[in-house]
């Protein structure tokens, strides 16, 4: 599923109506039509108070067009226009028109002597300010947003939160109205999920308005949103006459005295995800730690409690590294040395990452298309501090291409980020927050590359995976009780999730309730 930018959304509005030779009045109406009918099959017609915030733009056209069905439906509604100017647009007065007609008069609100009561059982629909908007809102109007912030009344965003920038970052978030829920337009926006609206943006989905799937096609976004439907796309299939040295070899090199756990947990993911073989490389204190708990991995030893010589005699297919290996001197060495002599696909995670950001003369030995999973901070680190989450992706793009290699960068939304496109995953949630869980995707990732999957598959497939899989299982572990190798209990699952039939129309709505770490 594509994200549109604001400008890429407008052109869309704009061939959309000249490619069906409708106008903007029709999909306006198409658009709020859809709103309104969202709400009134939640809703079956209770007594509930409604109050109808309008701007005066294109926003408070598609708000007026709701309270005028709102109204119709015999529901109990209250319309207001936020009266923060003197200029219209054509489709604000049209429909303004319309509802005055069917005799409802919204109230005009000129000042914050003019805001009305609003219960805490009420319902608010904000429909101020749109996409579009590109400064802060002042005076009355941000006075209207605290006002409405401070009651704690459920809010229906139209689109968008009023406040919300599609293109940039808020600098006031004084007046930024925080939406219990957003209905936006066609395709999931950027900012929704950015970490830094996270106080602004709970939960989401989209509203289909008919845009034209062909021109949005054409204009090639470089910024996706990861559904079923897009892994679906990547899943290799396997015939009958397959064998294990179709699925490669994975190579899991790792761990340290006390941190073995890391690499296991890396191991047999690589394993649970269909690598042909699997091997571990760790220091001897691991050997029988490996030998016992994982009888399907083959294992390497180095030196007694840290990585050393990095002498493997094994002939994998896939690296991956990173998990529980420690920053020692000795260690950052063998690495340095062993970047020098590798030519084979290698996805860094954990202390390889924080070698390579002690030492970033080393980024030059990378195979293109290797693949580095940090968190936030293993991000900071790397790429240095960040502005805000705009610049953040600024950064890790100009990264990305200056390396030729791919950031999986975790969080409650995990992008990776591949030259200057942008792919965000759509599935997980806070019980992914959990010790071991990123050495988990590690061993996905990599056991993915190890079967054909190229670098940009294997991410995002792997990240799909790996939070489809706390999807499911919360329903009987609740968040607080997931661990690690809970995600490898459910990996089939998962899986096979992919291929079930659907009862109903995937739900493209976001919770806003994942891991930021």
């Given at each position: 599923?594509?994200?549109?930018?604001?400008?890429?959304?407008?052109?869309?509005?704009?061939?959309?109506?000249?490619?069906?030779?409708?106008?903007?009045?029709?999909?306006m109406?198409?658009?709020?039509?859809?709103?309104?009918?969202?709400?009134?099959?939640?809703?079956?017609?209770?007594?509930?108070?409604?109050?109808?915030?309008?701007?005066?733009?294109?926003?408070?056209?598609?708000?007026?067009?709701?309270?005028?069905?709102?109204?119709?439906?015999?529901?109990?509604?209250?319309?207001?226009?936020?009266?923060?100017?003197?200029?219209?647009?054509?489709?604000?007065?049209?429909?303004?028109?319309?509802?005055?007609?069917?005799?409802?008069?919204?109230k005009?609100?000129?000042?914050?002597?003019e805001?009305?009561?609003?219960?805490?059982?009420?319902?608010?629909?904000?429909?101020?300010f749109?996409?579009g908007?590109?400064?802060?809102?002042?005076?009355?109007?941000k006075?209207?947003?605290?006002?409405?912030?401070s009651?704690?009344?459920?809010?229906?965003?139209?689109?968008?939160?009023?406040?919300?920038?599609?293109?940039?970052?808020?600098?006031?978030?004084?007046?930024?109205?925080?939406?219990?829920h957003?209905?936006?337009?066609?395709?999931?926006?950027?900012?929704?999920?950015?970490?830094?609206?996270?106080?602004?943006v709970?939960?989401?989905?989209?509203?289909?308005?008919?845009?034209?799937q062909?021109?949005?096609?054409?204009?090639?976004?470089?910024?996706?949103?990861?559904?079923?439907?897009?892994?679906?796309?990547?899943y290799?299939?396997?015939?009958?006459?397959?064998?294990?040295?179709n699925?490669?070899?994975?190579l899991v090199?790792?761990?340290?005295?006390?941190?073995?756990?890391?690499?296991?947990?890396?191991?047999?993911?690589?394993?649970?995800?269909?690598?042909?073989?699997?091997?571990?490389?760790?220091?001897?204190?691991g050997?029988?730690?490996?030998?016992?708990?994982?009888?399907e991995?083959?294992?390497?030893?180095?030196d007694?409690?840290?990585?050393?010589?990095?002498?493997f005699?094994?002939?994998?297919?896939?690296?991956?590294?990173?998990?529980?290996?420690?920053?020692?001197?000795?260690?950052?060495?063998?690495?340095?040395?062993?970047l020098?002599?590798?030519?084979?696909?290698?996805?860094?995670?954990?202390?390889?990452?924080?070698i390579?950001?002690?030492?970033?003369?080393?980024?030059?030995?990378?195979?293109?298309?290797?693949?580095?999973?940090?968190?936030?901070?293993?991000?900071?680190?790397?790429?240095?501090?960040?502005?805000?989450?705009?610049?953040?992706?600024?950064k890790?793009?100009?990264?990305?291409?200056?390396?030729?290699?791919?950031?999986?960068?975790?969080?409650?939304?995990?992008?990776?980020?591949?030259?200057?496109?942008?792919?965000?995953?759509?599935?997980?949630?806070?019980a992914?927050?959990?010790?071991?869980?990123g050495?988990?995707?590690?061993?996905?990732?990599?056991?993915?590359?190890?079967?054909?999957?190229?670098?940009?598959?294997?991410?995002?497939?792997?990240?799909?995976?790996?939070?489809?899989?706390?999807?499911?299982?919360?329903?009987?572990?609740?968040?607080?009780t997931?661990?690690?190798?809970?995600?490898?209990?459910?990996?089939?699952?998962?899986?096979l999730?992919l291929?079930?039939?659907?009862?109903?129309?995937?739900d493209?709505?976001?919770?806003?309730?994942?891991?930021?770490?």
């Amino acid at each position: 599923m594509y994200i549109l930018s604001p400008k890429q959304i407008a052109k869309a509005d704009a061939a959309t109506i000249s490619n069906n030779e409708i106008t903007s009045l029709h999909l306006m109406e198409y658009a709020a039509t859809q709103c309104f009918n969202w709400l009134h099959q939640r809703l079956q017609g209770q007594n509930i108070k409604i109050h109808v915030f309008c701007g005066i733009g294109n926003n408070g056209g598609d708000g007026l067009v709701i309270a005028r069905l709102l109204h119709l439906h015999g529901y109990n509604i209250d319309c207001y226009v936020v009266n923060f100017s003197d200029k219209r647009s054509p489709e604000f007065l049209e429909n303004y028109n319309k509802l005055k007609e069917i005799g409802k008069w919204p109230k005009v609100i000129k000042n914050e002597n003019e805001f009305p009561v609003i219960a805490f059982e009420d319902i608010v629909i904000d429909a101020i300010f749109g996409i579009g908007l590109s400064r802060n809102p002042s005076g009355f109007t941000k006075k209207l947003i605290q006002y409405i912030n401070s009651t704690k009344v459920f809010t229906l965003a139209i689109d968008f939160p009023s406040g919300l920038f599609g293109h940039k970052s808020v600098s006031d978030k004084n007046a930024v109205l925080k939406a219990g829920h957003i209905l936006t337009f066609q395709t999931p926006k950027l900012v929704f999920l950015l970490p830094e609206n996270k106080d602004f943006v709970k939960t989401w989905e989209v509203i289909n308005i008919g845009l034209d799937q062909n021109f949005i096609e054409s204009l090639k976004p470089k910024t996706q949103y990861t559904t079923k439907e897009d892994i679906l796309t990547i899943y290799k299939p396997r015939n009958k006459w397959s064998h294990k040295g179709n699925f490669g070899h994975s190579l899991v090199i790792g761990g340290s005295f006390g941190k073995i756990g890391a690499i296991s947990l890396a191991a047999k993911a690589a394993l649970k995800i269909g690598s042909g073989l699997v091997s571990a490389y760790v220091p001897k204190c691991g050997y029988t730690i490996l030998q016992i708990s994982i009888p399907e991995v083959m294992v390497e030893v180095d030196d007694d409690d840290a990585l050393n010589y990095f002498n493997f005699k094994t002939k994998p297919t896939v690296i991956g590294i990173g998990p529980g290996m420690g920053t020692l001197e000795k260690t950052r060495i063998g690495f340095r040395n062993f970047l020098k002599e590798n030519q084979l696909p290698l996805i860094i995670d954990a202390d390889g990452i924080n070698i390579l950001s002690i030492h970033p003369e080393l980024l030059h030995l990378l195979p293109k298309n290797s693949i580095l999973t940090p968190h936030p901070k293993e991000l900071e680190r790397l790429i240095g501090a960040w502005k805000n989450d705009f610049d953040k992706l600024k950064k890790a793009i100009e990264f990305s291409k200056t390396n030729t290699v791919l950031l999986v960068i975790k969080g409650a939304n995990t992008v990776i980020v591949d030259g200057d496109c942008l792919y965000f995953n759509s599935t997980g949630n806070p019980a992914l927050a959990t010790a071991g869980s990123g050495d988990v995707l590690t061993g996905l990732i990599t056991g993915l590359v190890a079967q054909g999957y190229s670098s940009k598959e294997a991410a995002i497939f792997g990240v799909y995976l790996h939070g489809k899989t706390a999807d499911i299982a919360i329903q009987e572990t609740g968040y607080e009780t997931f661990t690690a190798s809970t995600i490898l209990d459910y990996l089939p699952n998962a899986l096979l999730q992919l291929f079930a039939p659907e009862e109903t129309e995937e739900d493209t709505s976001n919770e806003n309730d994942k891991p930021e770490t």
